[in-house]
């Protein structure tokens, strides 16, 4: 029954998105009042009811109703209800559905609170985003019901997959979700703006908080999703350039120019076309790496439907969405007013630098994802993995960071040279000195990694420097987002260069009370016991570590074997320390009665994460700030008003 | 803006690349097939000895006869083999010669096998631990390598022959010949 009242939401989920399509087109040519007026109670229901219909298919995971055949095929009665809960979404329809809720509450969210936008092109928006949810809804309905019955219904369900089993599952998705959809809004504004030809600061200040709000979840979830693959698949490696990993960050970095270019055009009104183009290319990523894993192009740990007939029905909808947004781009950018012009050496002329190196970014990464696909198609079967993007994301990550350091130190519009180095003056000295300091302390460690904790060095230094001769309670809040969000990735930069560069790894094979050194920890293995799970029994080793004449602590790896289904993980065993993390794995029983363990000492890679919150912390500080500086004039222009 | 009205239709065309390649790589049909990385090069030396009594053991120096041979990497404790066993028997009648290596097995259980699913084979060398199994880049049973008549692996066969691979199998045969004239 739960099934069934999903089903009829997703269905009257999608009219509603047809008649809010049709209302939107009533309002827009026949300029009608009334008909708009209906348009935001529309896209509020719209909202409400897929979100009932995502509620149903959770409801029917919790209950482990096997007669609906995604139960049946995707949990199991004996799992940990959390993992029933996230397991709604642990797979392709699941998955879909969630995409989906996230998609119509964004829009029942713009209808609800969207007060700055000029009304027709909010008209227009609600309209473009309707559009896009209408297709999404078809294919759920046609082609990934997850409603769908089994007959008969099995006994049991067949289980989730293990490495998903974790609690990971329950954030990592829709946070990342929240992210990729969140940027339909800003695409949705786009279109609508294309269409009512209304672009300027007005329309930037509007879409600023969607498209930050939006980036903060993508760069929680990326942060998230890395720590968890770090942890969960037992390799040691926190980012693996995968191609779900890319499509991840393809629209991370669009969304990143795009905030930037956003606020160009709010502050200077300048970039126009170029804010609008970002906005189109930013959603249309989040599709395209959704396309990636879904259609099973690209195989991949993450790709768990694998089925043409779904992949032509979201290339479809790809075509029309953003071959549809950039021809509308193509005939209208022309009629969108040219904005204000700036010298090349200014804040605008960094910003514009800082957007372009992104691109490029973007485009390696799009195209070292794409080539084994062209690859294959000439019969030559490849993968392009961390040798290709490290040799050349690398450089132009590390001048990107070069010009993060200077942009914000720089005046709008135009600027002196010599003053632009004098105000630099401390971040080239830090970066000099961080660079020979490692080299003097540490070795010889390679040219990015040098240039990596230099750069870190300077960008830190950089990066507060705005504050410098500042009253700090009245410094602006959207400025302290910039600084700790720019502060975040010269932490997280540190951390990339400093784990890369002086990782100590060590693979042995130990009988029980053998001790093994690395990197100034003795390790001993204590023993290894079974223990029981919920739906899983292990091997857990007992590994007492001792660094210097420091007492010992415990660590316990695991090997899990899961029934439903039948598979193996590796529970790694971390400990997080001072100066960086161990990572303990346990491995296969030999022969001979020794155990092989695999060990790590991994010095200051947690500030990778921590640098990854710290950048979204930024731009949760930055909504914050515009949202309340936006109150504020409100509530002076209303005194002004009354005193009036 | 003008000046440079067709920049504003670069994007599309970029979209329009991509959807190219990815219509590409989702309508080909995909290869499966597993490319070893043995395919043109000489078999490895090795002499196993005999596992049932009665057929003789195998090395290398046995398919350097001028004629291509069928090597099937099989075992009498693996299912596939089973059914792969008649498509075995189909070559056999159709004149074409087959060696085979026993993985990790016994020379009862062999014979057992072979009494129950028919024996195609001129030889079988016991390779009681996997190892020419490894120096063939040969993951699992059962495989079936075609050997022209020089030693050099000329086709690597992964899994089961079923019905439909026999066909293929011929005429790899038959290239192999041609080839290695």
Redesign the interface.
């Given at each position: 029954m739960t099934a069934e009242f999903g089903l009829a939401a997703l269905w009257f989920a999608a009219t509603l998105a047809v008649l809010q399509i049709a209302l939107s087109g009533l309002a827009l040519r026949r300029g009608r009042d009334d008909v708009a007026a209906a348009m935001r109670p529309v896209a509020i229901v719209q909202g409400a009811l897929v979100a009932l219909a995502m509620a149903a298919l959770i409801a029917c995971f919790l209950a482990s109703d096997m007669s609906v055949a995604l139960v049946a095929a995707n949990s199991h009665s004996a799992k940990p209800w959390l993992y029933k809960f996230a397991g709604a979404w642990g797979n392709h329809e699941g998955s879909m559905l969630l995409w989906v809720t996230i998609l119509g509450l964004a829009g029942a969210a713009v209808a609800q609170f969207e007060r700055r936008l000029p009304e027709r092109t909010l008209i227009a928006t609600l309209g473009a985003q309707a559009a896009i949810a209408l297709g999404f809804y078809a294919f759920l309905l046609f082609a990934s019901n997850p409603f769908a019955r089994a007959d008969p219904a099995p006994a049991d369900g067949a289980g989730l997959n293990p490495l998903l089993q974790d609690p990971g599952l329950a954030f990592h998705p829709p946070t990342l979700y929240a992210g990729y959809v969140g940027l339909s809004v800003a695409f949705s504004f786009a279109v609508g703006a294309l269409l009512t030809r209304d672009v300027g600061p007005v329309f930037a200040r509007a879409m600023r908080p969607w498209v930050l709000g939006a980036w903060v979840f993508l760069t929680l979830g990326i942060t998230a999703g890395s720590y968890w693959a770090y942890y969960e698949l037992g390799w040691g490696g926190w980012w693996f350039w995968d191609p779900t990993e890319n499509a991840s960050l393809m629209p991370w970095l669009a969304a990143t120019a795009l905030l930037h270019s956003v606020s160009v055009l709010a502050t200077r009104d300048g970039l126009r076309?170029w804010t609008i183009?970002l906005a189109?290319?930013a959603f249309?990523m989040s599709m395209?790496g959704t396309?990636l894993v879904r259609?099973g192009?690209l195989t991949s740990v993450h790709a768990f439907a694998v089925d043409?007939t779904r992949?032509?029905f979201i290339?479809a909808l790809?075509?029309i969405y953003?071959?549809g947004a950039?021809?509308l781009?193509?005939a209208r950018?022309?009629t969108v007013r040219?904005g204000n012009l700036f010298d090349p050496l200014s804040r605008e002329g960094a910003l514009v630098v800082n957007n372009l190196l992104l691109s490029v970014i973007l485009g390696v990464v799009?195209i070292g994802t794409?080539y084994p696909?062209?690859a294959?198609?000439m019969?030559v079967?490849l993968s392009v993995g961390a040798p290709f993007f490290d040799k050349t994301v690398g450089p132009l990550a590390l001048l990107l960071v070069a010009v993060m350091a200077a942009g914000p130190l720089m005046r709008w519009r135009r600027d002196e040279v010599g003053a632009v180095i004098e105000r630099l003056q401390w971040p080239i000295a830090a970066a000099l000195f961080a660079s020979v300091g490692v080299f003097v302390l540490g070795g010889w460690i390679g040219v990015l990694p040098t240039a990596g904790i230099g750069l870190a060095a300077g960008l830190a230094v950089a990066s507060v420097a705005p504050l410098a001769k500042r009253n700090l309670r009245r410094a602006p809040l959207t400025l302290w987002g910039m600084v700790v969000a720019h502060l975040g990735v010269a932490v997280s930069l540190a951390g990339m260069a400093a784990s890369s560069a002086f990782t100590t790894e060590r693979l042995a094979a130990v009988y029980v009370g053998d001790p093994v050194r690395v990197a100034g920890f003795t390790v001993t293995l204590d023993g290894v016991r079974p223990v029981i799970g919920d739906n899983w029994t292990a091997l857990e080793a007992r590994l007492s570590v001792r660094e210097g004449e420091d007492a010992p602590f415990v660590l316990r790896p695991q090997v899990r074997y899961f029934t439903t289904p039948v598979t193996t993980t590796n529970e790694s065993a971390i400990a997080t320390l001072a100066g960086g993390q161990l990572y303990t794995v346990l491995g296969a029983l030999g022969d001979d009665g020794r155990w092989q363990l695999r060990l790590w000492w991994k010095p200051f890679v947690t500030l990778i994460w921590l640098g990854g919150a710290m950048i979204a912390a930024g731009g949760a500080l930055s909504i914050v700030g515009h949202q309340r500086r936006g109150w504020m004039k409100r509530r002076r222009r209303a005194e002004m008003e009354w005193y009036a | 803006?003008?000046g440079k009205?067709w920049v504003?239709?670069l994007?599309?065309c970029a979209?329009?690349v991509?959807?190219a390649?990815?219509?590409?790589?989702?309508?080909?049909p995909?290869?499966r097939t597993v490319?070893s990385a043995m395919v043109g090069k000489p078999l490895p030396a090795f002499t196993l000895p005999p596992i049932v009594p009665g057929k003789p053991g195998l090395s290398d120096k046995d398919f350097r006869q001028g004629k291509p041979r069928l090597l099937n990497v099989f075992a009498s404790w693996c299912i596939p083999c089973i059914a792969e066993a008649p498509q075995l028997m189909t070559l056999k009648a159709a004149g074409v010669p087959i060696d085979a290596v026993a993985i990790r097995d016994t020379g009862p259980a062999i014979t057992g096998f072979l009494r129950r699913n028919g024996d195609p084979y001129a030889r079988i060398g016991d390779d009681a631990t996997s190892r020419l199994q490894l120096a063939l880049g040969s993951s699992g049973v059962p495989e079936t390598f075609v050997i022209d008549g020089r030693g050099v692996i000329r086709m690597q066969h992964v899994g089961d022959i079923r019905p439909e691979d026999v066909a293929r199998l011929q005429q790899a045969l038959a290239e192999a010949e041609v080839g290695a004239e």
């Open positions: 076309a183009m189109v290319v249309s395209i396309f259609s192009i043409p992949g032509s290339l790809l075509v953003i071959g950039l021809a781009f193509g950018v022309g040219q799009l794409f696909i062209v294959g198609a019969g079967q | 803006m003008s009205r504003v239709w994007p599309l979209f329009g991509i959807v390649v990815v219509m590409w790589g989702l309508y080909l995909a290869d490319h």
